[in-house]
Nanobody, 127 residues
Framework: QLQVVESGGGLVQPGGSLRLSCAAS????????IGWFRQAPGKEREVVSC????????YYADSVKGRFTISRDNAKNTVYLQMNSPEPEEPAVYFC????????????????????WGQGTQVTVSS
């Protein structure tokens, strides 16, 4: 399986910001479409954002458009999710994984069989 590791979560105040990182070992992330997902307590996992392989086209869920930004740094083999002004209703564990653009725009939380979920990184919004 293709393993990824999420980091960068923590406690953030309303109106603050965080940058989450998705790093890979043993393979190049730029060869694949990468998605960010989140799962809040009592809620199902959902697609947040994706970045397409090849041309770096991006997709955002309607709920985060204008506030979150996904990007890729090939030199560091890392995909980022910049979170600006997370809402108090958005505390969740954030995950990254290999996906496909078709799955992403279809809001599918399914990933290819060779993909491996990381343990996620917790984001908590509190004053």
């Amino acid at each position: 399986q293709l393993q990824v590791v999420e980091s960068g979560g923590g406690l953030v105040q309303p109106g603050g910001s965080l940058r989450l990182s998705c790093a890979a070992s043993g393979f190049a992330l730029n060869y694949y479409t990468i998605g960010w997902f989140r799962q809040a307590p009592g809620k199902e996992r959902e697609v947040v954002s994706c970045i397409r392989h090849g041309d770096d086209s991006t997709y955002y869920a309607d709920s985060v458009k204008g506030r979150f930004t996904i990007s890729r740094d090939n030199a560091k083999n890392t995909v980022y999710l910049q979170m600006n002004s997370p809402e108090p209703e958005e505390p969740a564990v954030y995950f990254c994984a290999l996906t496909s653009y078709a799955r992403c725009i279809g809001s599918s939380i399914g990933v290819p069989p060779r993909a491996s979920w990381g343990q996620g990184t917790q984001v908590t919004v509190s004053s």
